[in-house]
């Protein structure tokens, strides 16, 4: 055997992750570019020294009061109203989706997505030996509902995982279009990913409405993007309470530190002033979209904290070229296009002097 005795199928894998360059600009990641506000700052400062107090212990396995805030918070978006019991949370959404995998996944059952998607899917499907089968977005990144629904009666997943707003499009789902899914999973889990759901447009419902009309649904958020905290690591679901129970099988115990979810709880408190940051970013997004368009870019309608743009004959010569001037984009998706996280104005305006000035190199 060669060593390390790796499993066979993950010898000379890359271990996933963007570049984590040292740039001014950097708007490749889709964090939000607003850090927490002093009065958030000093919140979570005296959380974590309460936390601190009883860390010789381990935290509530169950996290009670972090289920009910995050209930309380995703209320917001839904008139049924979101229950603890229908609350679910670990490291990242990530972690959650990870857990949803390990427990509605596995060998012999399949997992479904449709391309272009979030590229961490299909590593959840390998690390928990599920099948894993990608099918094909539209030409403007819609799901093909007929083609989507026929997949899905071809391969019978026991998950399905649809980020919307996607990634890296920017594409939100319409809720008809979960709601036929669901009814074409038959029993398997529909996992509708909203790590960008904060940043949908004025009218865009959040899949969290059709939670009381079937119960394969799941709805993931995080709160890395809106909530500004990429650095805390923390993800959640809203689902029936019987898929909320079943990922307790698979969690390792204690597996939010007492530290995160006083931290989380504390982010939690100041929901309306990192929510007032979104509005911005939201404003910043729409005005970016329609400034690469005045460029003669094609640009994906975006309910997201992020804009796909093209498209370029050689798009790595235009991300060095933008990387040449400070600024780190993504160099993602669909052949020729780039993705671009909104930043604050003058970030913005730095991306916008960057890319003028190499297209007028390239022209
Ligand atoms: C950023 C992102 C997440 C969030 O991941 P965390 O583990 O919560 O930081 C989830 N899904 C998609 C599609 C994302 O782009």
Not at 200 to 216: F, H, I, K, T
Not at 223 to 236: I, P, Q, T, V
Not at 298 to 304: E, F, I, K, R, T
């Amino acid at each position: 055997m060669t060593w390390p005795p790796l499993r066979e199928e993950l010898r000379g894998i890359e271990p996933y992750g963007a570049p984590q360059l040292d740039v001014p600009v950097q708007l490749n990641v889709n964090e939000n570019p607003y850090g927490p506000s002093p009065a958030c700052i000093a919140d979570i400062a005296t959380s974590a020294a309460e936390a601190a107090v009883t860390l010789n212990r381990y935290p509530d396995r169950e996290f009670v009061a972090l289920r009910a805030a995050l209930a309380d918070y995703l209320s917001r978006d839904t008139p049924a109203g979101i229950v603890p019991e229908q609350v679910w949370a670990a490291n990242g959404s990530n972690e959650v989706m990870l857990q949803l995998l390990q427990a509605f996944g596995g060998p012999g059952r399949t997992a479904v997505s449709f391309a272009p998607t979030y590229s961490m899917y299909p590593e959840y499907a390998r690390d928990t030996n599920t099948r894993w089968v990608a099918g094909r977005r539209a030409d403007d990144f819609s799901l093909d509902l007929d083609a989507a629904r026929d997949l899905v009666k071809t391969e019978l997943p026991s998950v399905i995982l649809l980020p919307s707003p996607n990634n890296p499009t920017g594409t939100a789902l319409p809720p008809e279009a979960v709601g036929e899914l669901c009814e074409a999973a038959g029993d398997g889990l529909v996992v509708v990913d909203e790590a960008y759901g904060e940043f949908r447009r004025e009218g865009v419902p959040s899949a969290l409405e059709l939670l009381p009309s079937y119960r394969n649904l799941v709805v993931t958020r995080t709160m890395s993007k809106a909530f500004a905290g990429a650095g805390l690591r923390l993800g959640y679901l809203a689902a029936a309470p019987e898929i909320c129970d079943a990922i307790r099988v698979v969690r390792l115990p204690y597996h939010l530190s007492a530290v995160t979810q006083a931290v989380a709880l504390a982010a939690l408190r100041h929901a309306p002033e990192l929510l007032g940051k979104v509005d911005e970013l939201r404003v910043e997004r729409d005005a970016l979209v329609i400034w690469l368009r005045d460029e003669g870019c094609d640009v994906a309608d975006s309910d997201a904290n992020f804009v796909l743009f093209g498209r370029f004959a050689d798009r790595h010569a235009v991300w060095q070229g933008l990387l040449d001037r400070g600024v780190l984009i993504r160099e993602t998706g669909p052949d020729g296009w780039l993705r671009v996280s909104v930043g604050t104005p003058d970030e913005m305006a730095a991306f916008r002097a960057a890319l003028t000035d190499v297209d007028g190199e390239r022209a």
